[in-house]
């Protein structure tokens, strides 16, 4: 089965209310099976590749869906007044693990319990946002995957600059509630005013403020940097055809928003997180101890261009950076 047919079985599965999934596993016998919640703050369409490579990984650890575990999965679809109650749910489940990402829908989990081991499968500056006591020893009942690199933000707009020789005024789009997300704002403010670069700042808490945001830089911005954020990578189409309309090149944090006509993308490969995250939820179902397990950070990053949008844009990606991209997509 290909990837996207894949990734559409999953989302088309998992886009119903108070889903689990799979459904074979609820016809198990009571008491058999752990159960695993997964807590994805995307959309199905835009976390169903995310889905798909923990559970693959999984498997591949003897953990097969139906026979000895049954995931019970739910989807905030990028809406932050979710949170709460996705994660209140599962503890009322009694789920043996929970499994989530991005750092407010693991304050949601934190929130929600300190009993129930909770793994996350990325999460920014997990220290500094007060999830966990320490890398080496989270402590607690919460362990996982920091998303966080002190230079991906410089490098994200070294890349930009290649592409965009001639850009002085950055427009950079934020979900200011996010707690990541105005972390990473900082970064790339600094890294900006190092090369000379104007800044504006286009600060939204909600997917209905996205469009007015964009009215207020109309002919006044070179390029747009878009933060990785649950509301606007399910967001992402809406904010790139507005990007196209407006002429301004986009870089993003993650593949999933190139794939819907961003420019190009660079950052940690989410769903090789994930895979490992399932190695965490391993450990815990063979009774190790959140607390004790090390936070790891990412190992792989992953340059994407999508060629369509720059001809679209007028642009010509230089060849080299081309030749340095993980992936080209035509």
Same mark, same amino acid.
């Given at each position: ?228 954020? /649950? ?58 101890? /959140? ?26 990606? /230089? ?12």
């Amino acid at each position: 089965m290909n990837r996207r047919a894949f990734i559409s079985l999953i989302g088309g599965a998992a886009a119903a209310p108070a889903l689990v999934w799979p459904r074979a596993a609820r016809a198990q016998p009571a008491g058999k099976l752990r159960i695993i919640g997964f807590f994805g703050a995307f959309t199905p369409a835009a976390g169903g590749e995310l889905l798909a490579a923990f559970v693959a990984r999984l498997r591949e650890l003897g953990h097969v869906e139906g026979r000895n575990i049954a995931i019970e999965v739910r989807w905030a679809e990028g809406h932050n007044e979710r949170y709460g109650a996705i994660a209140a749910e599962l503890v009322r489940l009694k789920v043996d693990v929970i499994l989530t990402h991005t750092t407010p829908a693991v304050l949601a989990a934190k929130r929600a319990t300190s009993v129930i081991p909770i793994v996350f499968a990325t999460a920014g500056d997990p220290v500094g946002n007060g999830v966990i006591a320490s890398l080496a020893r989270p402590g607690g009942n919460i362990t996982g995957l920091s998303s966080e690199t002190t230079d991906t933000a410089g490098k994200r707009l070294e890349l930009l600059r290649e592409v965009v020789p001639g850009l002085r005024r950055l427009a950079i789009l934020v979900n200011i509630g996010n707690p990541y997300s105005a972390l990473e704002l900082n970064q790339i403010r600094a890294a900006a005013r190092a090369v000379g670069l104007e800044v504006a700042a286009l600060e939204i808490r909600g997917a209905e403020e996205i469009a007015p945001a964009f009215e207020t830089i109309r002919g006044r911005a070179d390029a747009l940097y878009v933060i990785n954020d /649950p509301t606007l990578i399910s967001s992402r189409v809406g904010i790139n055809t507005l990007a196209l309309d407006a002429r301004l090149p986009t870089m993003h944090g993650a593949r999933e928003l190139v794939e819907a006509d961003g420019l190009m993308s660079y950052g940690p490969n989410w769903p090789h997180m994930f895979r490992r995250a399932a190695d965490h939820v391993d450990k815990i179902l063979r009774g190790a101890k /959140p607390a004790n397990i090390p936070i790891e950070q990412p190992t792989k990053f992953d340059l994407i261009v999508n060629l369509r949008t720059a001809r679209a844009l007028g642009i010509e990606v /230089p060849a080299m950076l081309l030749g340095r991209a993980d992936e080209v997509i035509e």
